[in-house]
């Protein structure tokens, strides 16, 4: 087994987060225009955005559990983009597609939403934009009741032609847009402040009910933020995985840990893991899952897990 314990200066290095970029995808052939007000920068508030923006080309793609794992390369910063079954892929057209090795996409994840700080940086998107040569642009924010976005850069004109949809499956008409988290498709804009277009396509994420005036991306849950420290100053390489303690972790975040003398079980309300060192199955309630490398006791009396299973510990 190859193993090497990195020193915490070297994570620290790696702790690294997203850029947050402007809100909107345009495609590469396409011909519209968002005007974004840049002289009038000094006279506009400061306004946390509602949604992380991160983008790239597919590098790689590895399917794991019930998940798939996108390694998403722009220049030098590497990511990677965790998509389940109830991440929204769509092309910049509006189309529903699936991605692929070499596309370039944006993807969208909540601002407020639980990220562990590893290398590279995991996103659970909400939402991914492919881009294609087709005439198009995408984007995912919040707008107010005049259908003005949270950065004041894009209004809504909805008509007749608009295709609109919610992803709770019900029917919506144009008052249902106002004060909602949307996804919007569009072709061309004005060179207004703020620049407004008639969308071709409006969906209502409506499984997001946290209101914009309770978002507070600057704050931090405090489990969140020990957990991080955890990892930043206790952690292993092994076989190219990062191995972290896995009592210390699920203590902190409220899960009891008994140990079984081969491993632990990991229990908190109705959930359950069984840990066993050596194996790379796990025990997940009454299912079994899968480790890439298997848990080891790497310290005396401690065993240490894949860093990937504390996000599974986070859901």
């Given at each position: ?22 809100p909107t995808v345009s495609a590469n052939g396409g011909e519209a225009v968002v005007t974004n007000a ?31 794992y996108y390694t998403v390369k722009e220049g030098e910063n590497i990511n990677v983009f965790v998509v ?29 939403k639980p990220m562990i700080m590893i290398y590279p940086p995991q996103y659970n998107p909400e939402v ?188």
């Amino acid at each position: 087994m190859k193993m090497t314990k990195v020193v915490p200066f070297a994570m620290s290095a790696l702790l690294i987060g997203g850029a947050v970029v402007a809100p909107t995808v345009s495609a590469n052939g396409g011909e519209a225009v968002v005007t974004n007000a840049q002289n009038d920068e000094a006279q506009k508030p400061q306004v946390q955005p509602i949604f992380m923006q991160v983008a790239g080309t597919v590098d790689n793609v590895e399917v794991r559990d019930n998940a798939t794992y996108y390694t998403v390369k722009e220049g030098e910063n590497i990511n990677v983009f965790v998509v389940n079954e109830d991440t929204l892929v769509f092309d910049n057209t509006g189309k529903e597609v699936k991605l692929q090795k070499g596309d370039k996409v944006t993807a969208y994840t909540y601002a407020n939403k639980p990220m562990i700080m590893i290398y590279p940086p995991q996103y659970n998107p909400e939402v991914l934009i492919v881009e294609t040569e087709e005439m198009g642009s995408a984007t995912v924010d919040f707008f107010n009741k005049d259908l003005v976005n949270v950065d004041n850069t894009l209004k809504l004109n909805v008509g007749k032609e608009t295709e609109l949809q919610s992803l709770s499956g019900k029917d919506v008409t144009v008052e249902d847009l106002a004060e909602q988290h949307l996804l919007v498709f569009y072709a061309i804009t004005t060179m207004s402040i703020p620049a407004q277009t008639p969308p071709s396509k409006v969906v209502v994420l409506d499984t997001i009910v946290e209101e914009p005036g309770e978002v507070d991306p600057g704050e931090v849950d405090p489990s969140q933020t020990a957990v991080e420290e955890i990892i930043k100053n206790d952690f292993y390489e092994v076989e190219g995985a990062t191995m972290v303690p896995l009592r210390l972790i699920a203590e902190e975040l409220g899960y009891k840990v008994e140990s079984t003398g081969k491993g632990a079980i990991v229990s908190k309300g109705a959930l359950s893991y069984t840990i066993t060192r050596g194996q790379k199955e796990y025990g997940y309630n009454k299912a079994l899952r899968h480790f890439e490398v298997a848990p080891a006791l790497l310290e005396p009396t401690k065993t240490y897990v894949p860093v990937e299973f504390v996000e599974e510990l986070m859901k």
